[in-house]
C-alpha cells in the first residue's frame, strides 16, 4: 500500500481523474473500486456520508492491502480533524474535503498525507497552499465559475494544483475545456461510475468507462502539450 506522500500526489495527478464514490455494502465497493484500479484509477475517494461508512471504509482498505496493493484509498467529504484521523488509521492516503479546515490540514501534515480542500475563490485557495496542501480542490467546480475561474486564478497564481469535482463530465468538450483551463485532475462521482452500471454489478462497463476517461485525459494532455 502506497504511503509516500509525494507518489500519492504523483498518482493521483498521473491518471487524472479521481473516481468517487460510496456504497453502504463493502463488497459492491470491492467490486467498484477495483474495477476503477484495473481501468487506470488506482487513486480513489471513498466519501464519509453514510452511516457506519468508517466501518466499510477499514474493511475495504483491509482487503486492498492485501488483494491489491497498487489500489490508494482516500477519504472525502472530511469536515473536521477528529473524523479525519479516524480515516488516516484506517487506512486513509489522502482526505479531500468540501471545505477549507484548518485543523484537518495541521493533522494531515503532522502524519504527512496529503489533504485538498473545496475552494471556492482565490483567498481560500491561497490560504489552503499556505496550510500546505499541494492539490486544492475547487467545489462545486461549476457553480464557482467553471474552468473560467481556474484558468483566472492561475493567472496571478501559476503554481496552483487545481482539482475541481462537481461539473466535470467524462466527455472530450468537458475534458478538454477543464484541462485546458489548467487543471491538474477532475473528480468525478456518479457520472463516471453511473448508477446504473452499480445497479447492474456491470464491473466491466465500469472498468471501461474508467479506462476510456483516463486514455481520454492522457491524449488531451499529449494534445495541449504540443
Not at 509525494?6 to 491518471?15: E, K, N, P, S
Not at 476503477?36 to 471504509?57: K, V
Not at 490560504?127 to 457553480?143: H, R, T
Not at 483551463?181 to 446504473?196: E, R
Amino acid at each position: 500500500m502506497t504511503r509516500d506522500r509525494m507518489a500519492v500526489l504523483t498518482a493521483m495527478i498521473g491518471q487524472g481523474v479521481i473516481p468517487v464514490f460510496y456504497h453502504p455494502d463493502a463488497e459492491t465497493c470491492v467490486n467498484v473500486i477495483q474495477a476503477c484500479a484495473n481501468g487506470g484509477a488506482r487513486c480513489i475517494e471513498f466519501t464519509n456520508r453514510g452511516d457506519f461508512a468508517a466501518h466499510t471504509f477499514l474493511e475495504v482498505t483491509r482487503h486492498f492491502a492485501g488483494a491489491d496493493p497498487r489500489v490508494i484509498m482516500g477519504v472525502g467529504s472530511i469536515v473536521d480533524a477528529p473524523t479525519a484521523g479516524l480515516y488516516i488509521a484506517n487506512g486513509a492516503r489522502f482526505v479531500v474535503g468540501p471545505i477549507l479546515n484548518a485543523d484537518v490540514a495541521k493533522l494531515c501534515n503532522r502524519r504527512m498525507i496529503p489533504y485538498s480542500p473545496g475552494c471556492g475563490t482565490a483567498t481560500e485557495i491561497s490560504e489552503a497552499q499556505e496550510l500546505g496542501s499541494e492539490i486544492v480542490k475547487v467545489f462545486p467546480g461549476d457553480s464557482v465559475g467553471g474552468p473560467a475561474f481556474v484558468k483566472a486564478v492561475l493567472g496571478p497564481m501559476p503554481w496552483s494544483k487545481i482539482m475541481p469535482t462537481g461539473g466535470v463530465e467524462p466527455d472530450e468538450a468537458s475534458l478538454r475545456e477543464w484541462f485546458g483551463a489548467g487543471i491538474v485532475a477532475a473528480g468525478m462521482g456518479s457520472k463516471l461510475i453511473t448508477g446504473d452500471l452499480v445497479k447492474a454489478g456491470d464491473w466491466a462497463g465500469i472498468e471501461a468507462r474508467v479506462r476510456r476517461t483516463v486514455d481520454l485525459i492522457a491524449r488531451i494532455r499529449g494534445e495541449l502539450a504540443g
